[in-house]
């Protein structure tokens, strides 16, 4: 009997924990995409949550703002635009999509959930209205500083980072050549439908690794030959990486 009791009572808090665990509320996060390459620019991009946490997505470009609309009853609907890229996380399945182009190719980029081991730094500061504090990780060839918000304890942020106690605010690799700031933030307590709308037929779907080697041997240049004009000569040579992501898990 008072074995049974335990088991109860055990159940009854595990419970109770768990609620408490789950936020049961929609984000959307508007930032600025700053880009100090050899072409500095500025984007927009919006982060959509989902209020249970499965799944949220980040679309970014110049008509990004437009593809998030927020209709009555606060049901969230993302529509993509065949132009749209975005990185979608389905955290149910532990698998993130990432729409990627290469010359006139689309492809939906497939990819295990990447695990960022952060190191929790001991500083705050404020950005706006909210205190946020300091965490590091290098990911992916780079070294990236972010700031976190533990008012929204959800562990997602703009593109393909992850795993916070908190939602990513601010986040910049530390030579500043990519850096993401938040510029509003709409929380809508009311759980709400989100309909991402994820249209997988507008790219092939690949693994990442087979998505690097047509991106970086130029294979993917020879479907396009045939449309250049007769007699054009065409080398095919290695790509050096320059972009966000230099070197990966697997690679020494």
């Known amino acids: 009997m008072i074995k049974k009791c335990f088991l109860i009572f055990f159940f009854s808090i595990s419970l109770v924990l768990y609620s408490q665990k789950r936020e049961n509320y929609n984000i959307v996060v508007d930032y600025n995409i700053y880009y100090n390459t050899e072409r500095p620019n500025i984007k927009s991009g919006t982060l959509t949550i989902d209020g249970l946490l499965n799944k949220s997505v980040f679309v970014y470009g110049k008509n990004s703002e437009r593809d998030i609309k927020i209709q009555k009853d606060n049901e969230i609907s993302v529509q993509f635009k065949s132009s749209t890229r975005f990185n979608y996380f389905d955290l149910k399945k532990n698998l993130l999509f990432s729409k990627e182009k290469i010359v006139n190719n689309e492809f939906i ?144």
């Open 109 to 252: 980029v497939k990819e295990t959930v990447p695990v960022i081991n952060w190191v929790l730094l001991n500083e705050e500061k404020n950005i706006g209205t909210l205190k946020v504090k300091k965490a590091k990780a290098n990911f992916r060839g780079r070294t990236y500083i972010a700031w976190y918000s533990n008012t929204y304890k959800i562990k997602m942020g703009p593109w393909k980072f992850s795993g916070l106690p908190g939602l990513i605010i601010e986040i910049y690799d530390t030579t500043k050549r990519y850096h993401w700031l938040m510029k509003s933030l709409k929380k809508i307590d009311k759980k709400t439908k989100s309909d991402f709308n994820i249209n997988f037929n507008k790219g092939k779907e690949i693994n990442l690794k087979d998505y690097l080697t047509l991106r970086y041997d130029t294979k993917i240049e020879l479907i396009n030959i045939s449309k250049l004009p007769r007699g054009t000569k065409v080398e095919v040579g290695k790509i050096n990486r320059n972009g966000i992501e230099l070197k990966y898990e697997w690679e020494n």
